[in-house]
């Protein structure tokens, strides 16, 4: 995404109104700014052809903390936040080579944050193409709030026999879905990799933010897997 300079009143930010309790609590300033054009690189999250055309991103309002008494904004994610319907956006792309290799070998694919969108895209994409090999999916987050895709991935388990989901929350469970607790890369190792059979034969696609990746790769590194089974994509957050 191409980001120009900007400088908006903080009112101007949207959110889905079931969600402003979570915004009440931001201390934000009164105008957010952006002195100089940027980029900021996103993945799809939807294959265009199942979108209708369109591009589908999954941007999340990224806020850190800071010295001061206002809260350090994302530059990208606050503008994105900005567009209303009807808004011209530039962009350019795509690029990187973080895909679904070609082949039937059983897939594991193992996520958290924002890095649901390129997992949840080549989801989608191998089961429309009628894979029948087994893909498993564990996704991280800290609680259920911030887990996007929960009920569409619950649904497309119960419509694909080959699929499985599995929702980890590292601090709470519950909320009315079935997830559990901890940390999604120590629960794909006990759920899954542990005790299968033969992880040499599959594929591993991850994505999430880096202490995640990290620990990821780790686990895998230490069970024998070679590095050609594992793509991933950074999003040095």
Known sequence: MHIPDYAFARRHIAHPEEHRDDWSTLNLPATLVSKE?????YSLSLPVEKAGGHLTLLARFSVGSSSSKRQFVGKGSAYLYSLKSGDSIRFSGPFGDFAL???DREKIFIGGGAGMAPLRAMIHSRLDQGGQERIHFWYGARHRREA???DEMVELASRHSNFTWH???SEMAGHG???????????????LLRD???????????????????ATIKLLQSLGIDDERIAFDDFKI
Not at 201 to 211: A, D, K, T, V
């Open 37 to 41: 054009p940027i980029r900021r690189s």
């Open 177 to 191: 879905v079935s997830a559990v607790r901890g940390l999604v890369h120590e629960l794909a190792h006990d759920g």
């Open 148 to 150: 996007p895709y929960v």
């Open 101 to 103: 290799r070609p082949g």
């Open 196 to 214: 299968h059979p033969d992880l040499q034969s599959c594929e591993f696609y991850l994505c999430g933010p880096p202490g995640m990746l990290s």
């Open 167 to 169: 929702l980890v929350l």
